[in-house]
């Protein structure tokens, strides 16, 4: 399901030069969007949203059909996993995610691998009516993709019970019982392996790995947690799909990115909004493509000072392949028209 033909998106993953940045946005389906808060009144609850295919389809043909853009990505959540897996989840109104800590190898033998499809199986069916959609709409050229979250930053939500500003029982955990902390990190590489694979089996024609949370690492824990776990996936995946491609998304790494695009096996890189760009251009771009990295707030802002930061982005990575993207998700109050104003500058730009 991969032969389709003139798909910039998965082009510029192979490192071919094309006339245009490609470029898709993260979260680019959900709040700011009319039709989602209305599609959202319908299915009740998030989860209720996300494990219903054909909604879920939905979801993600929204902002394709609003704007274009060169690819569409799977509507779901990172934290379906560790569900699946068998530790209770619920998203609190206002709150974000809630889930029942795991603490010890105790917590940790109460989960199984061996049952996840059995959560995940709508999931699998979204991204065989998302492609179907997709192709019977007109948008062959659209690149689906899918994602996971990546060990660490799964794990880190699995022990904190949620989110957090600086994931002390997680990183206590790691720290005292590095043998005991690597037998959670294992079974995520294992279950995030199978469930991407399923993902690519339904009709992903490219993967992103979210590790949302690699920041709050030090050198040496960073390569343990992050770099490891993920070259673990990256090699296993691309030996039983080796023409999909595969991003990275190490957020808030800093320099350490540098070593984690060498080392993980990853295709292409995504950047946060607060790396610098001729940083990022000199020793990034150099070794594989990039993506990234508007601020977000720039788009709730729009107007002239979004101009000139897309033009900015623009100008620094358009050389080289490159995949204009935001540095973290859209924000919920954002208009549609800032949207519409930064599809049509990237569309527009001209080196």
């Known amino acids: 399901m991969t032969g389709d033909r003139n798909k910039i998106f998965l082009d510029v993953l192979n490192k071919k030069q094309v006339g245009r940045p490609a470029f898709w946005f993260m979260r680019q389906a959900g709040r700011y969007l009319h039709e989602y808060r209305e599609l959202r009144k319908q299915a009740g609850g998030f ?8 909604n879920a389809a939905e979801v993600t043909m929204q902002p394709i059909r609003r704007f274009g853009m060169d690819a569409a990505i799977l509507f779901s959540d990172i934290l ?31 989960l199984s691998i061996d049952r996840i499809d059995n959560t995940l199986n709508p999931v699998y069916e979204t991204v065989r009516l998302t492609r179907q959609k997709l192709s019977a709409e007109g948008f062959n050229d659209t690149t689906l993709i899918g994602f996971a979250g990546s060990p660490w930053t799964v794990a880190c939500y699995m022990v904190e019970g949620g989110g957090s500003k600086t994931f002390e029982a997680t990183k206590t955990w790691a720290y005292r019982d590095p043998e005991g902390f690597a037998q959670l990190i ?19 024609q490219a993967i992103q790995l979210f590790d949302s949370w690699s920041g709050v690492l030090d050198e040496t824990n960073f390569r343990r947690w992050v770099i490891n776990p993920t070259k673990e996936i990256v090699s296993a995946l691309k030996k039983r799909h080796p023409d999909i491609p595969v991003i990275g998304f190490p957020r808030e790494a800093g320099a350490k990115a540098i070593d984690y695009a060498k080392e993980t096996g990853i295709d292409a890189i995504g950047l946060d909004y607060s790396v610098p760009l001729e940083w990022a251009r000199n020793n990034l771009q150099t070794l594989l493509p990039v993506q990234g990295n508007l601020d977000p707030v720039t788009l ?16 620094n990575f358009g050389g080289k392949p490159f995949i204009f993207n935001l540095g973290h998700g859209v924000i919920k109050e954002t208009p549609v028209e800032h949207v519409e104003q930064l599809c049509q500058i990237i569309r527009n730009f001209k080196r």
């Not at 989860?47 to 054909?54: A, G, M, R």
């Not at 569900?83 to 033998?109: C, S, Y």
């Open 47 to 54: 989860l209720d949203l996300v494990y219903h295919p054909e």
């Open 80 to 110: 379906v996993v560790p569900q699946a897996l068998g530790q209770p989840l619920k998203f609190e109104t206002g709150e974000g995610p809630k889930l029942d800590p795991v603490l010890t190898l105790n917590d940790l033998k109460k």
């Open 186 to 204: 294992n079974m995520l590489c294992g279950a995030t392996l199978h469930y991407l694979s399923k993902q690519i089996e339904a009709g992903a």
């Open 300 to 315: 709730l802002a729009g107007g002239n000072e979004l101009e000139k930061s897309a033009n900015n982005i623009l100008e």
